[in-house]
Nanobody, 123 residues
Framework: VQLQASGGGLVQTGGSLRLSCAAS????????TGWFRQAPGKEREFLAA????????GYADSVKGRFTISRDNAKNTVYLQMNSLKPEDTAVYYC?????????????????WGQGTLVTVSS
């Protein structure tokens, strides 16, 4: 499956963005999906994940209460709504997928990755 991440951009502190991860296959509903980010000089960080049906989600403590992951299987798309953005949220954001009914929080558990979309939060 091919993933296309989009929706990044420049936003001020406290602002919001919604990222989208569009999949190339209609069977995307069989895939668990996660969002990760990587800032310069830092390791890839787990943010949020959702199971194949959208019934279970998980979040990193750093974004819990600010970010919301959701999916629309009819559109083969997973979203990451990001609110109350902070300068430390600045990074390249990636979506990832794995053919599984369960979601994962470790980036090494995902098989397919999007190309990344840059989010910059100005202070």
């Amino acid at each position: 499956v091919q993933l296309q991440a989009s929706g990044g951009g420049l936003v001020q502190t406290g602002g919001s963005l919604r990222l989208s991860c569009a999949a190339s296959e209609r069977t995307f509903s069989n895939y668990a999906t996660g969002w990760f980010r990587q800032a310069p000089g830092k390791e890839r960080e787990f943010l949020a994940a959702i199971n194949w049906r959208g019934s279970n989600t998980g979040y990193a403590d750093s974004v819990k209460g600010r970010f919301t992951i959701s999916r629309d299987n009819a559109k083969n798309t997973v979203y990451l709504q990001m609110n109350s953005l902070k300068p430390e949220d600045t990074a390249v954001y990636y979506c990832a997928a794995r053919l599984s009914i369960y979601y994962y929080t470790d980036h090494t558990d995902y098989d397919y990755w999007g190309q990344g979309t840059l989010v910059t939060v100005s202070s």
